[in-house]
């Protein structure tokens, strides 16, 4: 097996795909799925249950994470299922009240679509976005009233118990409130895409550095990689995942911030420089 960097797949008799996985050394990685079986139960079982194994090397580990999370989510192997369900995920997004200073805060679903820079966090359900708003609530004496979740005139209950430092009656000044709000939801701001288009990873082999991979990223969304420039075209009209992808999310971030790779705008067909307001 290659000592490269990749994706591999394990096969059961029938041809059914067990199990994805990737590595920057697949050998070395195989072999310890075989190693864990004297003591891993699932590695067992997985072990016991392959009777072929494939692999698609990738210029190095950011092609392998991006390639890894796509076929999890496209191909469902038996054995990732934590993994493999793009779910429906939720974020929490700042609305100023017509005709006030009052900046309300509501639970929403979020698409690539609508991945901007003033939403913030990503959870699993409406029910976990909600419960980390009752948290800040909590940790930063912010008024649920003023943030759209207690309906009514005058002081809140909050502010009956000391847990408000008074938004709600005219105590405190809104834009003081809405400053410690924004301090709250600073660490869970999704990053805005900073560009008008597409752009193009470039990722140099680990074992040739002659040669490049090239991923195709558009609103966070992975749509491929090309061997070459040219193959790029015909990525450019992949479908794009209706709902947003928390894991692509990430291993994109990191990918923008690997020394080595660089990025380009892919604009008619061609790359181009990025301007130099692009968001990084």
């Not at 909600?130 to 800040?136: E, F, Q």
């Not at 759209?148 to 005219?170: D, K, S, T």
């Not at 080595?260 to 420089?273: D, E, M, V």
Request: glycine residues 6%; charged residues 20%; proline residues 5%.
């Amino acid at each position: 097996m290659p000592s490269s960097s990749g994706v591999y797949r394990f096969y059961n008799r029938q041809g059914s795909l067990l199990y994805v996985g990737k590595s920057i050394h697949i050998a070395q990685r195989v072999q310890s799925h075989y190693r864990g079986r004297h003591t891993d139960a699932k590695e067992a079982r997985l072990v016991s249950q392959t009777a072929h194994i494939d692999w698609t090397l990738t210029a190095g580990e950011i092609g392998a994470l991006l390639l890894e999370n796509q076929q999890i989510k496209t191909l469902l192997p038996l054995y990732n299922r934590r993994q493999r369900k793009t779910r429906q995920l939720w974020t929490l997004s700042p609305t100023i009240e017509p005709g006030s200073e009052r900046v309300q805060l509501v639970a929403r679903a979020v698409s690539t679509e609508q991945a901007h820079n003033k939403l913030y966090g990503l959870f699993s359900s409406k029910a976990s976005a909600s419960k980390h708003l009752r948290t800040l609530i909590q940790q930063f004496t912010l008024c649920e009233r003023v943030l759209g979740l207690e309906r009514g005139n005058g002081r809140c209950f909050g502010h009956q118990l000391g847990r408000c430092r008074g938004a709600c009656c005219g105590e405190e000044p809104l834009a003081q409130h809405n400053q410690r709000l924004y301090r709250a939801l600073a660490s869970r701001q999704l990053k805005a895409w900073g560009w008008p288009g597409p752009i193009v990873l470039e990722e140099p082999d680990l074992k040739q550095p002659s040669r490049s991979d090239w991923h195709l990223v558009w609103n966070w969304a992975y749509l491929g990689t090309a061997p070459d420039i040219p193959e790029l075209a015909h990525l450019e009209h992949q479908s794009r995942p209706d709902s947003f992808d928390r894991d692509a999310y990430f291993i994109l971030q990191k990918a923008l911030n690997t020394p080595g790779l660089t990025t380009y705008l892919w604009q008619n067909q061609q790359l181009a420089p990025l301007p130099a307001t692009a968001l990084r």
